[in-house]
């Protein structure tokens, strides 16, 4: 079993930065493939960013293409999502995500380990 606990949410102005951390706790952590993931109000939820259980490869959303970066510190069991150019469209739910194995994924489906969200509120 893994925990994954989120922090860093808060409100941003359009335009600024946010940095999200996600702490990992229960399973060697250089073994797991992370996610973020956001739900929006009223919306499905969508993928944001991924990256490898070496750290070499990421996937973006279209939507934060440019402006999102994921990182991973293998000594400090954590993965970031550093948020920049913020706009209102941003604004959501955000999910840290895990799965087994090397690869990472933009599916939903594909992880199996869930933090409870940390909501992030961008402000025209």
């Known amino acids: 079993q893994v925990a994954l606990v989120e922090s860093g949410g808060g409100l941003a102005q359009a335009g600024g930065s946010l940095r999200l951390s996600c702490a990992a706790s229960?399973?060697?952590?250089?073994?797991?493939?992370l996610g973020w993931f956001r739900q929006a109000p009223g919306k499905e939820r969508e993928f944001v960013a991924a990256i490898s259980r070496g750290g070499g490869i990421t996937y973006y959303g279209d939507s934060v293409k440019g402006r999102f970066t994921i990182s991973r510190d293998n000594a400090k069991n954590t993965v970031n999502l550093q948020m920049n150019s913020l706009k209102p469209e941003d604004t959501a739910v955000y999910y840290c995500?895990?799965?087994?194995?090397?690869?990472?994924?933009?599916?939903?489906?594909?992880?199996?380990?869930w933090g409870q969200g940390t909501k992030v509120t961008v402000s025209s």
């Open positions: 229960g399973r060697t952590f250089s073994s797991l493939a």
């Open positions: 995500a895990a799965r087994d194995g090397t690869v990472a994924s933009s599916y939903e489906r594909a992880y199996d380990y």
